[in-house]
């Protein structure tokens, strides 16, 4: 028999040692630090022989149509050698999603390493994490600029995060990083943190770790405007010689596709990430809809089949008026999804027709048509995090 409860401190090294089983690890569990209050939870399986599973939740915000959105990030999915296959994760997703729901994450989202279990409970693809190869000699041809760049300090930590939301708010699937999940006061701990200052804030910033080898790793170039952007390449460009080239995080795709002279090299990794709706109306009312601010009022019907999340099963309406969708109770179904459908829907980066032809979506093509009047859809959804 299978019981399924909350993580104890206590359970921490049983708990590390089934973890490096499945992703690896030293073998020995380094000291537990904690988490800071309100930052993660988390469940464990047990049976007749002992731990036999594990789950984490992290609690973040995700930014949907320029609105950050309560999500919970499932992370460590782990179940014990002599209980794979018997179901053990199942049972941890299945009691996740009404842990979620309890926490009022109105969205999950979740890195696999495996996709049939994530898809059987209602996790779809929806985007994608990614870094690119940045050889740091071709950066001499970026433009001078007159922007005044200089390390950052502790004071500067409030200022930099809210350069980051200026850029991060812009785009469908990047992280508000304002949970108790995350310390900003850790960027000081890489090996470069360059901000430019502006009248009013910060321009910009540059963080940078300085790994043994022949390669930086670049995890933000954020700027407010081109110039910004030519003077934080240039000083990435600096340190071409000993240095070859940059493994650059993508925050603002658009940015370094613009500015960056000579090769871009996508795709040095690449990491899927799959979303789902918990709570439909929650979601709903969260989310920010901006395809549709200046649109006249209309609704759409739709049934949803959702065995694992059965608070959402069911006829739905969902109106939009003066800007504000609202997902309510009723309607005649019109529409018919199924759990998984939801998450790319929500997203926006599939469009009903996709849906359709995938087996998610069901009904006529004009009443489907105004679910992507409401998301914009499709369009690229990105994370810079993983978890």
Known sequence: MVVIRPYVDSDYEATYR???LSFGGPHEPPPDTGQSPG?????????DSGLAGFLRVWNYRQFFGGRAVSMGGVASVSVAPHARGSGVAGRLLVDALALMREQGQGISTLYPYVIPPYRRHGWEHVGTMQTALVTLSELAGTPRSDVAVRPATEADLSAIHACYLNTASTVDG???????????????????VT??????????YLSAGRPDGKRLRVFDLVAEDVDTAHALLRQLGSWSGGITDANLRFVDHALLDLTVPGRLQRGL??????????????????????????SKPFSVDIEITDEHAPWQAGRWRLIHEDG???????????VQLTGRALGPWYAGSATAASLRKAGLLTG???????????TGAPHPVHLAETF
């Not at 930052?39 to 049976?47: E, F």
């Not at 990083?177 to 006061?185: G, Y």
């Not at 901000?195 to 910009?204: E, F, M």
């Open 324 to 334: 504000v969708v609202t997902a309510e109770p009723g309607g005649d179904g019109e």
């Open 18 to 20: 089934l973890r490096r």
């Open 174 to 192: 990047m992280l508000d990083r304002a949970t108790p999940a995350f310390d900003l006061s850790r960027i000081l701990e890489l090996d470069v």
């Open 269 to 294: 990794e690449v990491h899927d990430f799959m979303l789902r709706v918990v709570d439909l109306p929650v979601a709903v009312a969260a989310r920010g809809w901006p395809a549709v601010a200046a």
């Open 364 to 374: 006529p093509q004009e009443a489907a048509i105004a679910l992507d009047r409401l």
């Open 39 to 47: 930052g993660s939870s988390a469940l464990v399986a047990h049976d």
């Open 195 to 204: 901000v430019a200052p502006g009248p009013d804030g910060l321009r910009g």
